[in-house]
């Protein structure tokens, strides 16, 4: 082995849809949490970690992998969202080009939902960790270093020859609060530099904490292939000293929490928030919850231990629309979960989606009916994208591998459209369902308020302005009538489902 140096790096990724520009000023920029864990990790084990987050310091391809070139480290390690594939495979070919001697390992949600055909796709990916990564990392490295058989580690993806191979199995975490503290002081320019999207904070700094993995839900637009359906979660006291940590050596004031159902358990919330307010901890946080999991006397209590925001999948205003997602939610439950959240003093922030199979004139017409009623603070609409490990991915191509279309699910493409809508028409709907809410009284004026007491947002706020209005007048001088999406760009699904090569057949244990 050459040295102990292990670079993780979050490759650059199409963020905003072309003719969307103007949008990447108020999006979200906060790290990717899996590789501080994963640097945490190796450096207990010896290693001498550091992280490269692309994105957020703008950097390119070239760039990224011309660090890492210079710094010759052992191990690259990528984190693969199905947007970033070929960002990092472009960069891994960059660096086996230049120093072949370098293992490159990937993980992450792409190659826990797609990794065998991942593998196969890019040669320049040594080797591919699926689901969580602590433990199957360290088993994989020692593996390596040891010379014995990868078909012995679960949990992995490795090459035999031409062969790419899958081992059944992932060594889950079934303790969290034995995972060392994720490395935030790896971080660069941690925490200035990472800013979540704009009026989605009160005051920075901001980190992120993952406090449970896992989701027992099967929503069919979900991808949770990387952490499965058993919830496990850091005891209430090790989230609380996380919050500290941070709060003490970093002056972070604000955490979010991005775990897939934080109120996943009413006993655990009920414990970190006594914990917060004992100590008299000033910090705010938000989290993202079910609308059937939040009640009038457990919000009161969030709020008086500083919970800001809570983000419920609200999806759609059609109660149809929710039950063909297996969402197990009402339009009703919706409404008076919002009613109690926003009773308790808490924002709520609505996560929609336009274009899901089944759209149409009319379940748009009661997303915009919906979205004018009820007492929500922020709106997010994605545009709907099958992501590769989502159930109706498989149900709309008819397999669970196909290529096309990965840099562009961002959810700001419509890389799918129902049949009857065109995407032109999805796009148009897009923006006025977002204006039939941003530009209603109360919610503007909420946002005066906001910029008021934390002008630090008026700024972003400002350049988004100024570029949308750019951008619409472009598009309407250009005769384009107002369409921001650009027309040469719209993926539509013009292809049919290829049948790519079945994955090797798994070679260990059970999952
Ligand atoms: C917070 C979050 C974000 C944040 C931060 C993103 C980031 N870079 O981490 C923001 C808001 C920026 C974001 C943006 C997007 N997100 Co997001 N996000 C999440 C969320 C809610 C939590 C991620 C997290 O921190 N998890 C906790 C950490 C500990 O887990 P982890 O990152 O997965 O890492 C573990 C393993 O994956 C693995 N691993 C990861 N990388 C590597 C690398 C190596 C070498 C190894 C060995 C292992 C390994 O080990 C890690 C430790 O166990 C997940 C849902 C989820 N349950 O994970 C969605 C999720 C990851 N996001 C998703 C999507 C689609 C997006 C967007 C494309 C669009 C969107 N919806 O906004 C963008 C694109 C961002 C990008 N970088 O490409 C999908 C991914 C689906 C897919 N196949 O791509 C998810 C799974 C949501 C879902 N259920 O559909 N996201
Ligand atoms: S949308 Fe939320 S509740 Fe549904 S499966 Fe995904 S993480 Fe679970």
Not at 243 to 255: F, I
Not at 368 to 393: D, H
Not at 453 to 467: D, I, Q, Y
Request: include cysteine; glycine fraction near 8%.
């Amino acid at each position: 082995m050459k040295n102990r140096r292990f670079i993780f790096i979050d490759p650059p990724y199409e963020r905003i849809a072309p003719g969307y520009e103007f949008v990447k000023h108020v999006t979200n920029g906060v790290p990717a949490l899996g590789l501080l864990h994963l640097a945490a990790e190796v450096r207990e084990h010896g290693y001498e970690p550091s992280i490269i987050e692309s994105d957020i310091f703008g950097l390119s391809e070239e760039e990224v992998a011309r660090q890492v070139i210079e710094a010759d480290p052992q191990y690259v390690g990528i984190t693969l969202f199905t947007v970033g594939v070929w960002g990092a495979a472009a960069i891994a070919r960059r660096i086996k080009a230049a120093r072949p001697d370098t293992t490159v390992i990937v993980g992450g949600p792409h190659i826990s939902s797609m990794g065998p055909e991942t593998m196969q796709r890019f040669p320049e990916f040594d080797l591919a960790v699926v689901g969580e990564g602590e433990r199957v990392l360290m088993e994989l490295l020692r593996a390596v270093e040891g010379g014995t058989a990868l078909s012995a580690v679960r949990g992995i993806i490795y090459r035999d020859g031409d062969e790419v191979r899958k081992t059944l199995g992932n060594a889950v975490n079934k303790s969290l609060d034995d995972l060392p503290m994720p490395a935030w002081d790896l971080l660069p320019e941690f925490p200035h530099r990472y800013k979540p999207a704009i009026y989605d904070f009160p005051r920075g700094p901001v980190a992120s904490i993952a406090a449970s993995r896992g989701c027992p839900f099967h929503c069919k637009f979900c991808d949770t292939s990387t952490f499965g359906a058993s919830v496990r979660a850091y005891s209430p006291a090790k989230v609380f000293g996380m919050m500290k940590h941070l709060r003490e050596t970093y002056g972070v004031r604000h955490v979010m929490f991005v775990d897939d159902l934080f109120l996943a358990s009413r006993e655990r919330t009920l414990e970190l928030c006594r914990l917060i307010i004992e100590d008299g901890l000033k910090m705010t946080w938000c989290c993202a919850a079910r609308v059937d999991t939040v009640k009038p006397d457990l919000l009161a209590l969030m709020k008086k231990a500083g919970c800001w925001e809570i983000s419920f999948g609200l999806e759609t205003g059609s109660d149809e629309l929710l039950k063909s997602m297996d969402k197990v939610a009402s339009v009703a439950k919706s409404e008076q979960a919002l009613k109690w959240t926003h009773e308790a003093g808490i924002r709520s922030k609505g996560l929609f989606m336009l274009g899901y199979p089944g759209e149409n004139a009319e379940t748009i017409a009661l997303t915009k009916a919906f979205v004018k009623r009820i007492p929500m603070t922020i709106m997010n609409l994605s545009k709907f994208t099958p992501y590769p490990g989502s159930p109706i991915y498989r149900e709309i191509y008819g397999t669970n591998i196909r290529d096309d279309h990965w840099q562009k699910m961002n959810g700001m493409n419509f890389v799918w459209s129902p049949p009857g809508i065109s995407v032109e028409e999805l796009d148009r709907e897009f923006q006025r369902i977002l204006m039939s809410f941003y530009l209603r009284p109360s919610v503007a004026h909420h946002y005066t308020l906001h910029s008021i007491r934390h002008p630090g947002h008026v700024l972003r706020a400002l350049k988004f302005l100024a570029g949308y209005f750019k951008a619409k007048l472009v598009s309407l001088l250009t005769g384009r009538r107002g369409l921001l999406v650009r027309e040469n760009e719209v993926h539509l699904d013009p292809l049919p489902a290829r049948k790519a090569p079945e994955p090797e057949p798994e070679t260990a244990g059970a999952r």
